[in-house]
C-alpha cells in the first residue's frame, strides 16, 4: 500500500503551535491527543458533552503541562452544540491551528431494525459534525494559509462490518477529499485509521471484547503520538503499528469473498 505524500504540503518542522481543538477531548484517543499536543505546548480547547468531566481534564491537562485550556460542553449530535462548537473556528482572536475530528462511539445495532433513531444519531455525530467541523476548520485555516486537520476514520471502514464501518468509510473517503480540497492552501488533512484501542469505547457500545486477541490491541497515547509524526511526515494517512498497516493492506487489497468470511468471524465473536 503506497501512502500518499503531498510534496507542495511540506510541513514545517515543527507545525503543532497555538490552539488546538479536539473533540471527544475526555477519554480514549481524544484525550491522548489533547495529552500529546499539550506537550509540544499547543492550548487546548476541549469538547465533549459531560461538563464536569470536561472541568477536571482541564485541571489536569493545565496543571501537568502548564498551558491554557479552555472547554465547550456540548452535544455535537444537536443542532445547537454543532453550531457553538461550529463558531469556536471564526474567533479571529484565538484561531485554531490544529482540529482533531475525533468525537465518535460503538455501534452495535442490526441494520433490519426499524427503529433506526441509535444510526441516525449516530450518523449526526460521526457524518453530520464531521462535515460541519471540518468544514468550519478548513475555511479558517485555509483563509490564514496554513492549519492541521486530523480526522479519526477506522480500520472498520475498509470491512462489512454494518452501520459502525458504513459511517466510518464515509469518514476516510470524506477525509481524503477535504486533503485534496485543500491541496496547495498550506492546510495539511490526515485521515487516522486506528484499529482496536483500549478505550471506552467497547464497554459503551456494549461490545463484547474477550475474543480480540492482546495483539490486536492499541495503546491511544501511542497512536495519538504516532498519528502526530505522520502529520509532520506530511503523511496523508496514518495507521497505527506495523500490524495494522499489514491488515489495512489485506483489507483493501485481498479478495472480497475472504474479507467478508473475517469480518463474519469477527461479527460472530461480538
Ligand atoms: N477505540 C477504538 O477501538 C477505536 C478504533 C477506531 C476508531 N475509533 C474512533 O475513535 C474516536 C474516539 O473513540 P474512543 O475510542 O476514544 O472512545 P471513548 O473513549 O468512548 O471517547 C469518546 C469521546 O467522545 C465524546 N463524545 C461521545 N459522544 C459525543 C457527542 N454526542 N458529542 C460530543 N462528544 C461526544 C465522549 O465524551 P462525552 O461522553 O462526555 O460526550 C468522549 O470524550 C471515535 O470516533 C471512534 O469511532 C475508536
Redesign the pocket.
Do not use: Q
Given at each position: 500500500m503506497a501512502t500518499l505524500v503531498w510534496p507542495e504540503l511540506a510541513l514545517p518542522a515543527d507545525p503543532f503551535h497555538g490552539h488546538a481543538l479536539i473533540?471527544?477531548?475526555?477519554?480514549?484517543?481524544?484525550l491522548a491527543f489533547a495529552r500529546a499536543l499539550a506537550a509540544k505546548r499547543c492550548d487546548l480547547v476541549l469538547?465533549?458533552?459531560?461538563e464536569d468531566?470536561l472541568a477536571a481534564t482541564a485541571v489536569e491537562l493545565r496543571n501537568d503541562f502548564g498551558v491554557d485550556v479552555e472547554i465547550l460542553a456540548?452535544?455535537?449530535?444537536d443542532q445547537d452544540g454543532l453550531a457553538a462548537v461550529t463558531r469556536r473556528f471564526e474567533d479571529p482572536a484565538a484561531p485554531i491551528e490544529t482540529f482533531i475530528n475525533?468525537?465518535?462511539?460503538g455501534l452495535h445495532v442490526s441494520l433490519l431494525e426499524q427503529d433506526t433513531s441509535t444510526i441516525d444519531s449516530a450518523h449526526a455525530?460521526?457524518i453530520r459534525a464531521v462535515l460541519i467541523l471540518g468544514g468550519a476548520a478548513g475555511r479558517s485555516m485555509k483563509a490564514r494559509g496554513h492549519g492541521v486537520i486530523v480526522n479519526?476514520a477506522?480500520v472498520?471502514g475498509l470491512i462489512p462490518m454494518g452501520a459502525y464501518s458504513a459511517i466510518k468509510s464515509w469518514v476516510a473517503t470524506y477525509s481524503e477529499s477535504l486533503a485534496l480540497e485543500l491541496a496547495g492552501s498550506g492546510v495539511h488533512v490526515t485521515t487516522l485509521m486506528?484499529?482496536?484501542?483500549r478505550?471506552?469505547?467497547h464497554q459503551?457500545a456494549g461490545i463484547r471484547t474477550e475474543s480480540i486477541p492482546g495483539v490486536l490491541w492499541l495503546d491511544?497515547d501511542r497512536v495519538a503520538r504516532d498519528c502526530l509524526r505522520d502529520v509532520a511526515r506530511g503523511r496523508s494517512r496514518s495507521v497505527p503499528s506495523k500490524l495494522y498497516v499489514a491488515l489495512t493492506c489485506l483489507a483493501e487489497h485481498a479478495p472480497r469473498p475472504l474479507v467478508r468470511r473475517v469480518a463474519a468471524a469477527i461479527r460472530g465473536g461480538r
Open positions: 473533540t471527544g477531548a475526555t477519554s480514549g484517543i481524544g469538547v465533549a458533552r459531560n468531566r456540548a452535544d455535537l449530535a475525533c468525537a465518535g462511539h455525530l460521526m479519526v477506522s472498520a486506528p484499529g482496536w484501542v478505550t471506552e469505547f459503551r491511544a
